[in-house]
C-alpha cells in the first residue's frame, strides 16, 4: 500500500521560511518523480514545485521560482520542498504527489498517488 506523508505545515511569516517533508512507503521512491501542488481555500489545486525520478530535472512554478527550492534523499524516501521569502499568498494546503519513471511534470494527471496534505499559513 502506498502512502505518502507531508508534514513541516504551520504557521509562517512573511518573510520567513518553513520546510515541508514527504515520506514516501509501499513504492520504489528512486523510480518516481515527486511533486508539490497546493490548494488555497477556494482555488483550484496548482502545481508548486517537482523533482524528477533521477534527481537531475526540477521545475518549479512561476510564482515561486526563485524562493522554494525542491530536493530528494532516495536513502529517506524523503522528497523536501523549502519555502523562503514567503508571503501571504502562499497560504494553501500542500500535497505531495508521486508519478512513475516522471520527469517532474507541472500537470498532475500523470501523478497516481497523493498524499493528505499539510496546511501552510502565512501572515502577512
Known amino acids: 500500500q502506498v502512502q505518502l506523508v507531508e508534514s513541516g505545515g504551520g504557521l509562517g511569516q512573511a518573510g520567513g521560511s518553513l520546510r515541508l517533508s514527504c515520506a514516501a512507503s509501499?513504492?520504489?521512491?528512486?523510480?518516481?518523480?515527486m511533486g508539490w501542488f497546493r490548494q488555497a481555500p477556494g482555488k483550484e489545486r496548482e502545481f508548486v514545485a517537482a523533482i524528477s525520478w533521477s534527481g537531475v530535472s526540477r521545475n518549479y512554478a512561476d510564482s515561486v521560482k526563485g524562493r522554494f527550492t525542491v530536493s530528494r534523499d532516495n536513502a529517506r524516501n524523503t522528497v523536501y520542498l523549502q519555502m523562503n521569502s514567503l508571503k501571504p499568498e502562499d497560504t494553501a494546503d500542500y500535497y505531495c504527489?508521486?508519478?512513475?519513471w516522471g520527469s517532474g511534470s507541472g500537470d498532475e494527471r500523470p501523478y497516481a498517488y497523493w498524499g493528505q496534505g499539510t496546511q501552510v499559513t502565512v501572515s502577512s
Open positions: 509501499g513504492l520504489t521512491f528512486n523510480s518516481y518523480a
Open positions: 504527489a508521486a508519478d512513475h
